[in-house]
Each structure stands twice: as C-alpha cells, then as structure tokens.
C-alpha cells in the first residue's frame, strides 16, 4: 500500500470517527505520562503497585457482587436494584453472628446482634480478624450467604414471582421499592452510624520492599482474593460442567424453548436465586471484612459499580460481571494518579462510558450468562 | 378412524391465544406409527392446531387423548412425559449452548443423557456427530434444524409434533429435511406435521388434513388429496 492510500485511510477514519481519535489520543497521552513519571521517579513504583493491587481488590469484590446481578438480568430479564441492599442485606446479617460467635460471655447479645449499634460494643475492642478469631469470620460469611439466599428467595416470592409475565420496567420500579425498604429496615433496625468492625492494627500483614517503597498486603486482602477466586471458578464449573448450569444458560438463551424441552423453569428461578443470593451476601460481608468499616448505605453505593461492571461486561454474561468488576476496580484505584479520590467514581463511569460508545453489547455479548 | 384405535385423538377442540378464538371444532386422529401433514393456507389454524396439542393454546373447549390418557389443558412440561416432542418452526435450538448440550437439554427430565437415544440421534444426523462441540448459533439453517428434530428425540417420544420443518431452508436441504423424517417415521415415531410445502408433504405422508378459518375441510390419504381436483385447484397452486 502507497503512502498515498495511507494518507487517505488515516484522514477517513479521523472524518469517520473523530470520537476515537480524541479517545486515542487521551490514551496516549495518560500512558506517556505513566511512564515518564515512572523514569522520573515522580510516580513511585511501590505506590503504583499499592494502586493496581487495591483495584484488584474492590474489583473482586463488584465483580462477585455483580455476577449474581448479571445471573438475575439474564434468567428473570429485569434489572433487580434491590441487589445492592442485598448486599448490604448480607454484610449486616454476616457480621452480626461474626459478632456473636466473636463476643459471646465478653458483651450481652443484644449489643453483639445488632453490631454494636449507639457504641455498644466495638469490632476492634472484640479483636475480630481472619487470623484472631477465623471461626466468627469464617461463620459469618457462611451465614451471609445462607441470609441472603433467604431473603431473596422470600422476596421473590412475596413480589416479584406474581409479576414474572409483567414487563421488565415494572419489575424494575417494584425492585426500587424493595431497596429502600430494605435499606431503611435495615437503617433502623441496626442505625444509620458507619461504623468500624475488625481490629485493623490487629490484621497481619505481609509487607515487601519494592524498588522505592513499601507495598502491603493484609490477610484480609488474601482472603478476600481466595473466597472471590474460589467462587467465581465455582460458578464457572456450575455453568459449564453441571446439568442445572446448562439449564440456566438454555433459559437465559431462550426461555420459550426451555419451557417446550421440558426444563422446570420455576425451578430454575429458584436455583438462580439461591446461587445468585448466596453470592452477593458473601460479597457484602467479604466487602465490609476488606474495608474495615459497615453502613446501611454500604451496598447501595456500591450498586452503582457494580451496575457499571455488568453493563461494561455485557449485560447478562457471568464473565462479562467479573472482567467489569475488574476494570471498573482497577480505574477508579488508579485513576487517583491524576484526578482527586473524590473522583475516582466518575472516573470508573467514565471508562464504562467509553466502553460502551465502543462496544455497545458491552465486552462479552450479553443475555447468554456464559 | 375412531379415537380408541389412534395414539391422538382431537375431538371438538376450540382453542386460541388469550381471548382470540382460532380453532372451531377441530378433529384430528394420529395412529401409532402413522405420518400426518396438515396444510391450508396462512391463517387457516395448522400451528395453532399442533401448539394446542403440546399445551401452548388457551383451551376452550372440546378434547385432546394422547395414548388413552386425557392430556386436555395440560402444560408442555407435563405432556413431554406423556411421550410427545414438539420442534417449533423459530429459534428452535439454544444458539449459546454447544450441539452436545442442546441435545442433552433435550433429555433434561430424565437423570441422565440417554446413551442409546443420543447414539441413534448422532447416526441419523452424522453432521450433529462431527460438530458436538461447535456453537449451535454458529450452524447453517439446515443443521439448526437437524440439531432441533435431533433434540426433540432424545426422549425417544412415540409422536413427534414438527411445525414447518422445511421453512427457511435452501432448495436442495428441503429434500434431505424431508429423507430424514421418512426415516425418523419409519423407525416407528408417529409424526404430526405443519407444512407449507404442501405438495411435498402430502406426496410423503400417510394422510393429510387441510384447514381453511380454523376449522377441517378435507381429510383423506395424502394421494388422494394430491389427486383431488379441488384441493388441487384451491390449495396446491393447480
């Protein structure tokens, strides 16, 4: 090819999409920058590592509580906002028994159940930790799961099964609803203070020096890594090896055709639920162990992200859930090399953005859940 | 025929979808092992008559027998264990799935995939055999519906239910569409067949009914009808 046919390629692709050139050339120059910081010294290795690792982990974190989000889009065909206050549904659920098991004979139960509420008693003070008290942990995020496969199984059955032959934009308003209610009984039940819950001095840690700094990686970052790994490869044996797997993946293909081979679809429904459930209770507890910290508003704020990783993925694909969570994670982290944290956010929504302007059915194709 | 001797009876059936009315007194007989086409012109009912024996119509009125048992108003679920496969005529086969498991979707209500019926469905559709693990979304028309018909058998089912096997597919396919369901017919599966290609259909099947406006208008062997100077003229094009 001449120059010439060069020339006339790169000037039809500049008038044909002028959006990707500017995007290009953001990229660009966001890399050239990365790296002469990185030459420089002006951005330290050890804290660009410190960066990619926090994103991996909240990544992990929106990326298991989006798979279940992605498994109801796909199977139900609606956006279910009460996700996020199933989260949170299941981080306070979690942590209360984790309080119980920790505290039991040191603080009356009221106080242990209700997570401390007005002062009462604090995570800190009861030492809980992976390492210090694994059995609390361990229980409670047994018990997230459990809480949350309930809760949603009743829910469907109070609202959204009598609404199933109903529109999706009904079934998305009537979900709406269900996240404030949740949100509030779960505001009043265990009030609305923020509050901290692990003994963070007390979580060991391993710490290694990098080239200019130190980089540090908490047992709580490790257990988090090994329960959301651990899960998701679950899911993908679930949905590629197992009988009730390949069921789910026929209904959300094409649900009319499930119905006429014989697949029970309701029991679908419910199996879908019940993984779907157990999935984002264990996210919301793994979510607060890794942050250190519980609120009412947890999952609502993290419903945001996660939305934004699942439609970055596809929406509707199990995968596409974990690959978004990953890229929603790690650009909101990094982001903070060049805008303020406070807009780390806007940062993430930003990329999906783009993402999407791009690749409209999102990374994976949607609606196949595999 | 009478309804003690077939393997389906319809008797009287009225049925439509919510509180449309398509079928008026439908009647219609399946013997065991026998091979029926319905055709007519569009809108004459023919789908709706098969739907409505595998529980996808509003029932509202009259009878449906399948091997002595009263399978009226029952849901598809249910009457895929009575012995019935049903391969509707659009997106009959789960694109995302691989062909190996499309056809073990179709042996889903028994514990296991079915060694033999899966055997027999590989040598009937050897292409199905080559492609196990290819995409069903990435087949050609043709071999979607092989992979359809090739599901609807795992469960070994004594009538099959075929709605317009051969639409959609390239001239020189719709004969070896047509070979196929001679061979699956002559295993000894009932079949119970929509066709627009009428002339064809009813060339291959034992008898043919035609339906006009959801009700029965003519009845005989399919050569008969073939030969018969009006159903020629009205509905065979001449």
Redesign the interface.
Known sequence: MGIADTYSDGRRFVVARPFALIVGLLVVLLAVDFVSGLATGRIAVSDVTTLVWDGLMQGLVVGLAGIGLSMTYSILNFANFAHGDYITGGAFSGWAVTYLLAGLGRADVGSLLLIGAGGSVFGGALGIGITATPIAVLGGLIFAGLFTVALALLIDRLVYRSMRDQGGISLLIASVGIAFALRYLIAFVFTTENRGVTDAGGVPGIQGYLIDGYVTVSAHDATLLVVAVGLMLGVHFLLQRT?LG??M??M???E?????????TERVVRATWVIGGALTGVAGYMFVLWKGTIGFNDGWLLLLLVFAAVILGGIGSVYGAILGGLVIGLTSSMSVLWIPSDFARAAAFFVMILVLLFRPEGLFEGR??? | MDAAGSLLAVRDLDAGYGDLRILYDVYLDVADGEYVTIVGPNGAGKSTVMKSV?G?TTYMGGSITFAGTDITGRS??DI??EGIG?V?QN???????SVA?NL???A??LEDVPKAALREVYERFPILDERRDQKAGTMSGGQRQMLAMG?ALM?EPDLLLLDEPSAGLAPDLVDEMFDKIDEINEAGTAILMVEQNATEALRRCDRGYVFVQGRNRFVDSGQALLDDEEVRREFLGG
């Open positions: 009988k390949t069921a993946r026929a959300a293909d094409n009319d055709l499930a119905r006429v081979t014989g697949i029970p196949s859940t595999a | 595998f996808l598809p679920e895929i264990h049903y509707p997106d009959n086969v789960f694109t995302s799935l498991e073990a979707m179709g889903y209500i599901r469960l």
